[in-house]
């Protein structure tokens, strides 16, 4: 493989253009070495790293951190902050709220951002520490806002990050207005051509507290709280919301798998924190058994989803994401006859992959129910959801406080579940 002309100044015009010292030298390192001694493994960074600019879709950006268009980085970032800003200005938008997780770069990438919508007019407000997407799906409406950005890669390995796109609705974007976007982004010429304000500001644990207060009306006040629970955060930003959300509603037997409680972006005890990974679980099945636990819970690293583990047959099992999703769909219809609550009335919905249990318990209660089409962004918009989910441990069982999916509340729902058992 070789370096052509017109890669070298691809890449010494994206090195002067770069904001980031550290990825501005890594990309100036390859280059030396590809052309002063053709170093082949140079040279294949830079063909990878210099590639299309980042495909920006439905679920936003999503890749590796490293230089060039092709990764994500603070130069692809701020072109696709630019875009996204334009986009909004385009449509009369005044505010814009940004989260972030606690991977590499999460929150260099949430500074540019705010900066860049406060550079164009906007107002922009910045969540006040590493906190999980659900909250940011939940300040959308708190704040009011016309868009929002949430940085993370979910369950990615740790050597990846990404960039959600939400609108004023609570929800990601869909198409066609992700081509829009994209559009916009194309249009940026340079990261130094973007203007930056100062006037964004950073808001207080409010927000955080609002999305708590919510929690509360999730779980019944009549059912048991005499439950042990056994859950992990697999590294991410999920553990102290998840704590302040189960003693907020009275569940306070909770044991954490201590080794995965603190946000640490290189995920040590897991190499993919996806609680779907086979061994991702395995100590908090383990802390499970030890505890003698009725329930095991584990959110991935941006805790917008959720897992939960069984004890079946003397042995800890997870639930696949169809079990769960039936399980929660059922316990909806259920939990009124129990604690004597006005019947749920919308629909029921979940994605084309998922399996069809859901239309029976529609079709049982005398609800609607809808399939569509794979990913909350299509879920969350459906109106009057009563409950919706999708195979991939994804659910919503308030969707009128967020209507994205929610690891926090889903879990409440189940310690809800097994309280009442």
Not at 37 to 52: C, I, K, M, R, Y
Not at 260 to 277: G, R, S
Not at 285 to 310: F, S, V, W
């Amino acid at each position: 493989m070789k370096i052509t002309e017109e890669l070298i100044e691809q890449v010494k015009f994206w090195i002067a253009d770069d904001p980031d010292e550290s990825t501005a030298a890594l990309a100036q390192d390859n280059l030396e070495k590809a052309i002063v001694s053709n170093d082949q493994t140079a040279v294949e960074n830079l063909h990878s790293w210099f590639g299309p600019f980042i495909q920006f879709g439905t679920a936003g950006l999503r890749g590796p951190i490293a230089p060039g268009p092709s990764c994500m980085n603070r130069a692809v970032v701020s072109r696709a902050a630019a875009g996204f800003v334009a986009y909004l200005k385009q449509n009369n938008a005044k505010r814009i709220v940004v989260g972030f997780d606690a991977r590499h770069k999460s929150l260099d990438f949430a500074l540019d951002t705010v900066a860049i919508a406060s550079g164009a007019g906007l107002e922009a407000i910045l969540l006040p520490r590493p906190l999980p997407t659900p909250i940011l799906a939940f300040a959308v409406n708190y704040f009011k806002a016309d868009g929002a950005v949430m940085v993370t890669a979910s369950h990615n390995p740790a050597a990846d990050n990404g960039y959600k796109v939400f609108l004023g609705n609570g929800c990601q974007i869909v198409p066609p207005t992700d081509i829009e976007i994209s559009n916009l982004i194309g249009q940026v010429q340079s990261v130094s051509s973007i203007p930056l304000g100062d006037t964004w500001y950073t808001s207080d644990d409010d927000v955080v507290d609002a999305y708590l207060s919510t929690c509360e009306a999730v779980v019944d006040t009549s059912v048991s709280r005499d439950i042990t629970i056994a859950s992990t955060s697999l590294h991410g930003v999920g553990h102290e919301t998840w704590l302040s959300a189960c003693h907020k509603v009275g569940f306070n037997n909770v044991h954490v798998v201590q080794s995965q409680a603190i946000p640490d972006p290189d995920f040590p005890t897991v190499p993919f924190p996806n609680p779907e990974e086979a061994g991702a679980c395995d100590l908090l099945l383990e802390l499970a058994k030890q505890t003698n636990a009725d329930i095991a819970i584990a959110h991935d690293p941006d805790a917008d989803r959720c897992a939960a583990g069984i004890l079946e047959n003397d042995k800890w099992r997870l639930l696949t994401g169809d079990e769960l999703g039936g399980c929660l769909a059922w316990w909806e219809f259920e939990r009124t006859k129990i604690f004597n609550l006005p019947k749920p009335a919308g629909t029921l919905a979940t994605s084309i992959v998922s399996a069809s249990l859901l239309e029976k318990i529609a079709m049982k209660h005398g609800v609607k129910y809808q399939a569509t089409l794979t990913g909350f962004k299509w879920i969350g918009r459906i109106p009057d959801l009563i409950f919706g989910y999708e195979e991939a441990i994804g659910y919503c069982v308030d969707s009128k406080n967020v209507k994205d999916k929610d690891g926090i509340t889903a879990g409440l729902r189940i310690a809800e579940l097994v309280g009442s058992a």
